[in-house]
């Protein structure tokens, strides 16, 4: 379970980089500005939460790309609450 909260995490932080880079323009296919689909495997991520958080704004866009920490939390006490009863 321990490996599942990893690569979790990990693909959260390739996500959460892929979107930063397309959005401040470093990456992606129209060559100004934000990239459209920027935010798509964020989305995915954070799946059942970010659907409660509207995407416009600074404060959006904050709460877009930490709602799938959300998630990542839900794996970790998982795991732990599956570590504590083997033990």
Do not use: C, H, Q
């Not at 980089?17 to 990239?35: K, Q, V």
């Not at 995915?44 to 970010?50: A, T």
């Not at 959300?70 to 009863?85: C, F, H, M, T, Y």
Request: overall charge negative.
């Amino acid at each position: 379970m321990k490996w599942l909260v990893r690569l979790f995490t990990a693909v959260y932080l390739a996500a959460l980089g892929l979107y930063l880079a397309a959005t401040l323009g470093y990456i992606g296919t129209t060559g100004s500005g934000e990239e459209p689909l920027a935010g798509i495997f964020l989305a995915y991520i954070g799946m059942p939460w970010n659907m409660f958080f509207d995407a416009d704004g600074a404060t959006g866009s904050l709460a877009f790309m930490l709602v799938p920490a959300i998630n990542v939390g839900i794996l970790w006490l998982a795991a732990d609450l599956i570590a504590s009863r083997e033990d």
